[in-house]
């Protein structure tokens, strides 16, 4: 076994200029996309909720066009909690929020205590129907860059919180595995409204007033406000139609696309489907390409596409990256849920054969179960360092101990991904594109995310594709599942 620590990788902004963390690349030199003529300098937003959530989020969207201190940090850990600086056309975004009251459809109360009832499925399906109403009332007229809805309090599903005693791929596990009924509002609102003229943002109270709507059990830890300013800011830059960061690219290497493939189950639990694939160039557009039905294999109980129907999905998510980017790739990098049974990679590699790309990467990217390394003292492993363990298997630490931060910045004891590669692969790239991916979530403007962007977000899409009919429409841009 041989180990090693790969670098942070850096990610671009205005000017070609490079940071290693999202927040100090756009408080230093502005977004990556901050100097073209399509930046969106004007974020026009419609706002759906009660007439005390719209006025509520709309003095705090007004107080974060100022700065806002960062939390006060431990001696030499100021890096973890940076201020925000502020989103108006003056300040490192160069961009602002516009509303306008002609923008604003208010729920009332009493419209949403009449769906309120014992039934949590009655009552999730009928608040997002009222929420898509006036959501799609705002779309047609044609001025919103993004619908901003308020969650309303009272439509509240969420799961016990996750015990502090276990680990943080136990964590994960158990919020997976409870929020699917927390999250049905969310993902039933933005099933209906992946055929509007815009994306959704779907913020709870607890972001703009700075502490938990819920009691209880359902109580959780909150971020500090320059934190929540920086997630959700960035979110809207990105849904608005912007490229608040970027991976580099030098002119020697390849142009790339990397492609997740992860499942989901049918509503009634009935049917098996490829989630999407997910295209990302290093340029950070995304594009969604739905699936075909999948099945558990007998032999490793894991799932799997036949030889054809992966062959179409790759097909298709070329042709798509192809029209949107107006040229293929030469190179393209699977990252997939589970395993490449014979198959599947003799499907893909046709479709990419077919489409003349002489590099293909398939990487089952496996998130439980990876071994565990130790390090002296208190501090878990840093983040970026890879195992080898034989030639067919390799653990990274996306999450762990940053330099950057002077600390570890988790909840949990951090687990590694383990990466399986199928054919030839170079270790140390795979690795490196994996630990650049977990960097590129417009949702999250801190450095280490713990999956690469490709599978969380087919994850992320899958539980929003479940609640559309195999033959409904859907949006190809990614701002709309985020």
Known sequence: MRSQLLPEPELEFRASNRHIDPRFGIADYGPADADT???PTQIPV????SSRSIDGLRRWLEQCRNPI?????????DNMFPAFPGFNTDTAFSSQIVFDDALTRQVSDREIRSVVGSDTTKTVADAADLFFAEAKSLGETG??????????DDVEDEPSPVSLEVGEEEAEEQEEQASQKAEDFHDLLKAKS???SCPLQIIRRDTWEGKSSRKGERKRRLQDEATRAWNLHTALYYKAGGTPWRLPRASTDLTTCF?????FRTTDESALHTAVAQIFNERGDGVV?????????KADRQSHLSEEDSHRLLADALAEYKRVHGNLPARVVLHKSSSFDAGEAAGFRLAADQKEIGHLEMVWVQRRWAPRLFRNGQLPPLRGTLLELDQ???????RGSVPFFRTYPGMYVPWPLLLRPTGACDLVRAATDVLALSKMNWNNAQLDERDPLTLRTAQRVGSILKHVGAEGRIATRYAYYM
């Open 289 to 297: 390409v739905r699936g075909g039905a999948a099945k558990i294999s």
């Open 69 to 77: 201190d960062g939390k006060t940090a431990k001696p030499g850990q």
């Open 392 to 398: 067919n298997a390799f653990v990274v630490y996306t």
């Open 37 to 39: 003529p399509s930046a």
């Open 46 to 49: 419609g706002l759906v909720g």
């Open 194 to 196: 992946l055929t509007l």
């Open 143 to 152: 001025r919103c860059r993004v619908i901003i809805c308020a969650r309303p």
């Open 259 to 263: 492609v997740g493939v992860s499942f």
